[in-house]
């Protein structure tokens, strides 16, 4: 099976910054998908990374290294409506798209 | 345009009972995926189609069937409900399968008593 770690729960202060972390073990490497979920909504898509490197999407940057079978998911000037859990999923070479049982931001006041 | 839409939203079921979940698209999309959501496991493959005609198993099959008569539906049955299916239900959508993003409808939460 895939194995797909990520922390539980993060939390932060508004403003600040965040960095999640994703390691993965999988049966081959398509990519790596990040999403976000509101409590009690749908996940929605946020970041796609299968090229080693940073992309950078306004307030949200993802980061993928293959070698390491390692990403991060960072999310800069916290606002409140950033809390969310955050769903690591990585396309092994089924193509088919597994997902870590996702972390849990919470930001303060 | 609507996206993905799932029926019922929510729905409380007497073990042994049958029960159909839906999921309509209106992308036009080819693959379509059920996943289902538990606490501490995150999502995990049901079923999915790569193409209208096509069904394959995921993950945690069992317990579980699909059909995919046309492009835009992709109904999940559940045959004699057990507890253990207890959980929330999502249907996907992505325009290829494969790398393609997928897109989630909003969930339907079943309760097997």
């Known amino acids: 099976g895939q194995n797909i770690d990520q922390p539980t729960e993060m939390t932060a202060t508004e403003g600040a910054i965040v960095q999640i972390n994703c390691t993965y073990q999988?049966?081959?490497?398509?990519?790596l998908f990040w999403y976000q979920q509101h409590a009690g909504e749908a996940p929605t898509f946020l970041s796609y990374?299968?090229?080693?490197g940073l992309e950078e999407k306004g307030r949200f940057s993802s980061f993928l290294s293959r070698s390491k079978g390692y990403s991060y998911l960072l999310l800069k000037e916290l606002q409140m409506k950033d809390s969310a859990s955050y769903l690591c999923?990585?396309?092994?070479?089924?193509?088919?798209?597994?997902f870590g049982a996702g972390t849990t931001v919470t930001v303060r006041a | 345009i609507a996206g993905i839409t799932q029926a019922p939203t929510s729905q409380i079921l007497a073990a042994g009972r049958r029960m159909t979940l839906r999921c309509t698209q209106d992308m036009r999309h080819n693959a379509m995926y059920w996943y289902r959501q538990d606490l501490g496991l995150g999502l995990r493959l049901i079923h999915y189609?790569?193409?209208?005609?096509?069904?394959g198993k995921g993950e945690v099959p069992d317990g579980y069937s699909v059909s995919r008569a046309n492009t835009d539906d992709f109904p999940l049955t559940l045959a004699s409900a057990v507890p253990s299916q207890t959980s929330v239900y999502f249907c996907a959508s992505s325009d290829r399968a494969g790398t393609d993003t997928q897109y989630f409808g909003p969930g339907t939460r079943l309760t097997v008593l």
């Open positions: 999988t049966s081959g490497f398509n990519g």
């Open positions: 189609s790569n193409t209208a005609g096509t069904t």
């Open positions: 999923a990585v396309i092994s070479d089924d193509y088919k798209l597994s």
């Open positions: 990374n299968v090229l080693d």
